[in-house]
């Protein structure tokens, strides 16, 4: 089955630079890898995704770029703010599977004013 | 309802109780997956249901765990003979279809084992 690793676990930045928060995923066939975004106390939200047909995309701040030659993808945020705070989980999985996704371990962001 | 819906938000029984967790998804998504997140640890996956196939059970980690999707829509996971180590925040999430397209959270069961 699919595995996705994810790092950092921890990532502190100060206001207004980038963070960069990295995954891996071992099945080769993956072709849809979406990033939510976790606030203290709350569910997981979709804030972005990615399908193996492009490199890049971005929406305003966010960007995810994905490296289907080494597996890879990564999320990319710029100009980071507080409200950026919170856990950022990365996931894949082959969309024509009769699977569920399959999370990386989580990336805690702190954005420090 | 707008969203995907769980109840109760939060469950505290004594070990060795079964307990049973709903989960109301986005009327006309097909997918239904169950996830389990213990504190401060990521997500994980305990079974999947997809229409009428037979579910994906491969994530449940005994045979004290188990869940079923009636009618298609509201799914209900049971614990047996809850343990402390089941102490977590079960979070059900639904999805137009398979795959590749959003899956929508609830808030999540925060299941305390006592």
């Known amino acids: 089955g699919e595995n996705v690793e994810q790092h950092p676990s921890t990532l502190s930045v100060q206001e207004g630079d980038s963070a960069v928060i990295k995954c891996t995923y071992s099945?080769?066939?993956?072709?849809?890898f979406p990033w939510y975004k976790q606030e203290l106390g709350k569910r997981p939200q979709l804030i972005i995704d990615i399908r193996s047909n492009v490199g890049e995309k971005k929406d305003q701040r966010i960007a995810v770029t994905l490296n289907k030659t080494a597996k890879h993808f990564s999320l990319h945020i710029t100009e980071t703010q507080p409200e950026d705070s919170a856990v950022y989980f990365c996931a894949a999985i082959v969309d024509t599977g009769r699977r569920a996704l399959t999370f990386g371990s989580g990336t805690r962001l702190q954005v420090q004013p | 309802g707008a969203g995907v819906s769980q109840s109760p938000s939060n469950k505290v029984t004594e070990k060795g109780k079964d307990v049973e967790l709903r989960c109301d998804p986005i009327?006309?998504?097909?997918?239904l997956y169950w996830y389990r997140q213990s504190l401060g640890q990521g997500l994980e996956f305990l079974i999947y249901?997809?229409?009428?196939?037979?579910?994906?059970k491969s994530g449940l980690p005994s045979d004290r765990f188990s869940a079923e999707r009636t009618g298609g829509s509201v799914s209900t996971l049971t614990i047996q003979r809850t343990q402390q180590e089941d102490s977590a925040v079960y979070l059900c999430?639904?999805?137009?279809?398979?795959?590749?397209?959003?899956?929508?959270f609830g808030q999540g069961t925060r299941l305390t084992v006592v």
């Open positions: 249901f997809q229409g009428n196939s037979a579910p994906d």
């Open positions: 999430a639904s999805s137009i279809t398979t795959g590749g397209t959003e899956a929508f």
């Open positions: 099945d080769s066939a993956s072709n849809y």
């Open positions: 009327s006309g998504h097909t997918a």
